[in-house]
């Protein structure tokens, strides 16, 4: 349905990206830990169990690095959220107060990276600010959460680019020329297009993700966690529907779905008749679902197997690495 884009994405964005020739591991043969990966989550339950932690699944422990059944194991997918939260969190925090995450909220496992880009938006209504000061500090709420859950076992922010990725993305979907960038930080309509290519990915994120947690705990938590970014999805496309941002949401829509593979994951704030489709969801009404693999895709603009690029230069922190082959 969007071949023609995936073309067109390829030869205008996949440059910008870091593809990795060794590793085309899919996600399934990519999320099971070994190695180095056991031995490190080896400290997990006591780093869990730590009161200095203040998490509040404390004391639980996420148990060895495979489930039961040989898949992902919960530390892999709570990581796997916790790179997308720092992600949701670092842009957010910029566009409200011009600064990121502080330093004690960023280490851990992995290469911890910087964060290109982001600066405080200047909004011009004062819901518009109100709404994304209540966002950054939900995101930020999150990642000290799965970091508190993850105890010793967490991961550090990746290398993350608010820049280049969003210009990329911009003009491999139509939103702007191919000599021009885009910047979501220079009003509050292109803020608001930057959230939405984000909020609207975590939600399917967190759907996907749900049947891999084998903690029911955790997968309470979990659903929490895709509730409020379901809130957040929400406004940010009622938002933007009210701002007449229509068609250019659609063309971000069409290019997250030329992406992911050949389902049809994705809608605009507008169905074909032009009405508002503020919820997207299939014909049960049940949101859609994207594996993290898929998720990969997005993030790192490139509908091939690869381990990095986009949003993560450098590949996100983890086990769940690596995108789906879609291309």
Do not use: C, W
Request: hydrophobic letters at 40%; aromatic letters at 8%; zero cysteines.
């Amino acid at each position: 349905m969007f071949h023609g884009f995936s073309k067109k994405f390829l030869n205008d964005s996949i440059e910008r990206s870091t593809d990795n020739a060794m590793d085309r591991r899919r996600f399934l043969r990519a999320a099971g830990l070994t190695g180095a990966g056991v031995a490190g989550l080896g400290v997990l339950g006591s780093g869990i169990a730590s009161a200095s932690e203040g998490g509040l699944l404390g004391g639980l422990g996420l148990g060895g690095s495979d489930s039961e059944d040989g898949g992902v194991s919960d530390a892999a997918v709570l990581n796997f959220a916790l790179n997308l939260e720092y992600l949701e969190a670092e842009f957010y925090l910029r566009a409200v107060t011009g600064n990121g995450l502080k330093d004690s909220q960023i280490d851990g496992k992995g290469e911890l990276g910087g964060v290109t880009g982001g600066y405080k938006v200047s909004f011009e209504t004062k819901l518009g600010r109100q709404y994304a000061e209540e966002i950054a500090q939900d995101e930020r709420a999150h990642v000290d959460f799965l970091r508190a859950a993850l105890g010793d076992a967490k991961v550090a922010r990746p290398e993350i680019d608010l820049q280049e990725a969003f210009t990329a993305a911009a003009q491999a979907a139509g939103v702007v020329g191919r000599n021009e960038t885009f910047d979501p930080f220079k009003d509050e309509t292109s803020f608001l297009l930057g959230a939405f290519i984000f909020e609207d990915v975590g939600v399917t994120a967190y759907k996907g993700a749900a049947p891999l947690v084998s903690n029911k705990t955790f997968l309470e938590a979990a659903a929490g966690i895709l509730a409020v970014e379901a809130y957040h999805a929400g406004l940010v496309r009622t938002l933007l529907l009210q701002g007449g941002a229509a068609e250019t949401v659609g063309k971000i829509s069409d290019a997250r779905d030329s992406l992911d593979g050949p389902a049809d994951l994705d809608q605009g704030i507008v169905d074909r008749s032009g009405n508002a489709n503020i919820v997207p969801a299939d014909e049960n009404s049940i949101a859609f679902s994207r594996t993290p693999g898929q998720v990969l895709n997005i993030v790192y603009l490139d509908p091939r197997a690869v381990t990095r690029g986009g949003f993560f230069p450098e590949g996100v922190n983890g086990d769940v690495d690596t995108s789906d082959a879609n291309g």
